[in-house]
């Protein structure tokens, strides 16, 4: 394996781990987020939605960059 499907395995892997944060973010109000997530505040009930967009979109962002990386090669002609 080239460093480039390594990369884009590990995309792909990040990616998975951030879309399932921003689930987090969207399910769990701020007082039942784990203690190292930003946002954490053990006297608010509300929901951050907007770190729950930014990581599933950037979590789909990494999706994009290992797709278009695991595509097919042009060949030099």
Sequence with gaps: MNQRNW???LA??????LVIVGIVYWVEPASSLPGFFPGHDAT????????????????????????FSLGKKKSAA
């Design 44 to 67: 608010n009930s509300e929901h951050h939605i907007k770190h729950g967009i930014a990581a599933f979109v950037v979590g789909l962002a990494l999706f994009v960059f290992a797709w």
């Design 12 to 17: 792909i892997v990040v990616g998975i781990i």
């Design 7 to 9: 990369l884009a395995i």
